[in-house]
């Protein structure tokens, strides 16, 4: 009852801080889609210079703590006038960028082979039939890892309390310890992120439904 | 010189690696001819028919196609490619699109035609496959023998000069096989210029005007269907089609 009590008393504050995991999340995973999307056309060009500077990529981000990354990019941007919600947006998207690109170059190089001969076959260029035909059938193959991916983004949002900035498990952290009771405001907290969670997956799994109508 | 020919194929070459697939290949198609190339697998029919349409590039060779010598270097084989129908084994459909968006796709998109034109260039071509009632329906849902018909009037979409087919009715159930056959033999009525690689001798022998026997890369024997069928000067030929027929 106390815990009850508890939530209905600080659900304006945690709304606001769910609104900002929420922006975090969203605009880091649509900028990190570019990323991903860029870096998976580096891979499979066939251009060894490029397929480095990918691999070097995706080597950096999986190589650090994301807790690292947060922090480099927020002392890094921050010095240069960029803001903290920026610096963190930008930090997560370089950082979900490496594994979307893995998720985007597994998805087109599973879409087969003969789907870019038929194009060329038609006269199409490599670009038009990547972008008519490969790409439309890569992204659908995409949704189900880029829905995890997106979950995943969303609770390493957390992170960002890290620099200060007051997003769901700051809230937390702070009634705990202006309080002295951590385990009903992490408890709360929770409760809070498995609905994000659960509004997500029912989102992504209406999309490939959508999707999924023509196969 | 005069002679209209559509494709004529000098000393082609090609290897994979080690492989050499194609060994100074000598090949002319007129207009209107129907060529079936038949051959066991591993032959370098499906090579050759390949290097047609340039996706595959020759090693070595001429491939003189409308008059003109191609060569990558100086042609814009997209251009040239769409010229060039091509069907494939798999069918190849796209997924993603209906039957009508699959045969609508090309003429849309890499010719830039009007739509209006283009759907109903699209629908008489479904009407022509006898598809006509399949136009909104995905791929999926399709027989192998429908989904290959929707494959031909895909490539007839482009307004191809010739037509190449890689094994049409391999991956069809037997029962299937006709109808596409049925299709291509229209096709070859209507004259449109046509290579094949097939395995149906029985089609060789009814539409072809030549047959040409592959092994190993080289070109055995070329001959009408039925002196290549009954006659065959070459002791590879005869062992051939005394394992087909």
Redesign the interface.
């Given at each position: 009852m106390d815990l009850f009590t508890k939530f209905i008393d600080t659900y304006p504050v945690f709304l606001k801080g769910m609104l900002l995991t929420f922006q975090l999340t969203i605009v880091s995973v649509f900028i990190a889609i570019f990323i991903g999307l860029f870096f998976a056309f580096l891979k499979i060009s066939r251009v060894k210079v490029l397929e480095w500077i990918a691999d070097i990529y995706i080597f950096l981000v999986r190589g650090t703590p994301l807790v690292v990354q947060i922090f480099i990019f927020y002392f890094g941007l921050t010095a240069l006038d960029i803001s903290q919600f920026w610096s963190v947006v930008l930090g997560l998207a370089f950082h979900n960028g490496a594994y979307i690109a893995e998720i985007f170059r597994g998805s087109i190089q599973s879409i087969d082979k003969g789907q870019m001969e038929a194009g060329r076959s038609l006269g199409m260029t490599a670009g038009l039939a990547m972008r008519r035909i490969i790409l439309p059938q890569a992204f659908r193959r995409a949704m189900p890892p880029l829905g995890n991916q997106f979950i995943i983004a969303l609770k390493d949002s957390s992170l960002a309390s890290f620099i200060g900035m007051y997003e769901l498990f700051n809230v937390a952290t702070t009634y705990g310890s202006n309080e002295y009771d951590y385990m009903s405001y992490l408890l709360i907290v929770a409760v809070y992120y498995l609905v994000l969670v659960l509004i997500f997956s029912i989102l992504v799994n209406m999309i490939e439904k959508r999707m999924a109508s023509s196969d | 010189m005069s002679e209209s020919y559509m494709i004529k194929v000098e000393k082609l070459n090609k290897s994979f690696g080690d492989l050499h697939v194609l060994k100074d290949i000598d090949i002319t198609v007129k207009e209107s001819d129907v060529v079936c190339l038949i051959g066991a697998s591993g032959s370098g029919k499906s090579t050759l028919l390949r290097c047609l349409?340039f996706?595959e590039l020759k090693d070595s060779g001429n491939i003189i196609f409308e008059g003109e010598k191609v060569e990558k270097e100086t042609h814009d084989l997209?251009?040239v490619?769409?010229k060039?129908?091509?069907v494939?084994q798999?069918f190849?459909?796209?997924?993603?699109?209906?039957v009508l968006e699959n045969v609508m796709?090309?003429p849309l998109?890499?010719?830039k035609l009007p739509k209006d034109q283009v759907k109903k260039d699209a629908q008489d071509l479904l009407k022509k496959v006898g598809l006509s009632d399949k136009e909104n329906v995905?791929p999926?849902k399709l027989s192998g023998g429908q989904k290959q018909r929707v494959a031909i009037a895909?490539?007839l979409a482009?307004k191809p000069d010739i037509m190449l087919f890689d094994e049409p009715t391999s991956a069809l159930d037997p029962e299937l096989v006709g109808e596409v056959l049925s299709t291509m033999k229209e096709l070859a009525l209507e004259g449109m210029t046509m290579v094949v690689v097939t395995h149906e001798m029985g089609f060789a022998r009814e539409v072809a005007d030549w047959a040409v026997y592959m092994h190993d890369g080289r070109i055995v024997e070329v001959g009408h269907p039925e002196d290549l069928f009954n006659n065959p000067k070459e002791q590879r030929t005869k062992n051939f089609l005394d394992s087909v027929l």
């Open positions: - | 349409n996706l997209n251009k490619r769409e060039v129908g091509m494939f798999h190849h459909l796209f997924p993603h699109m209906t796709e090309a998109h890499v010719k995905y999926s895909r490539a482009m």
